[in-house]
């Protein structure tokens, strides 16, 4: 499986961005799906999941603001991303995990997001 990210950008406060992610090969549907970031100095943090049975789960910081979705016929996962804020800047990255069910973690690229105040 890889993973290709895109979406990133430069970006006022406020203003919204949506990151895509699209997998090649198959079993997409089979993974568990997130979307981390990783600002500079910081360590990588989860900030929304999709389940293969449809649970999302977001962090705190960006619950109400932040939309994950998934797109089974297009083998993409979304992250919607609106009302943006200077903390929100990092690099994001997607994950395909299916190691519970025997197929292995994946991650993509990452795409930088870029908020200014």
């Known amino acids: 499986v890889q993973l290709q990210a895109s979406g990133g950008g430069l970006v006022q406060a406020g203003e919204s961005l949506r990151l895509s992610c699209t997998a090649s090969g198959s079993n997409f549907p089979s993974f568990d799906l997130g979307w981390y970031r990783q600002a500079p100095g910081k360590q990588r943090e989860v900030v929304a999941s999709?389940?293969?049975?449809?649970?999302?789960t977001y962090a705190d910081s960006v619950k109400g603001r932040f939309t994950i979705s998934s797109d089974i016929d297009k083998n993409t996962v979304y992250l919607q991303m609106n009302n943006l804020r200077p903390e929100d800047s990092a690099v994001y990255y997607c994950?395909?995990?299916?190691?519970?069910?025997?197929?292995?973690?994946?991650w993509g690229q990452g795409t930088l997001v870029t908020v200014s105040s």
């Open positions: 994950n395909a995990w299916g190691l519970a069910y025997g197929l292995g973690e994946y």
């Open positions: 999709i389940r293969r049975i449809g649970t999302t």
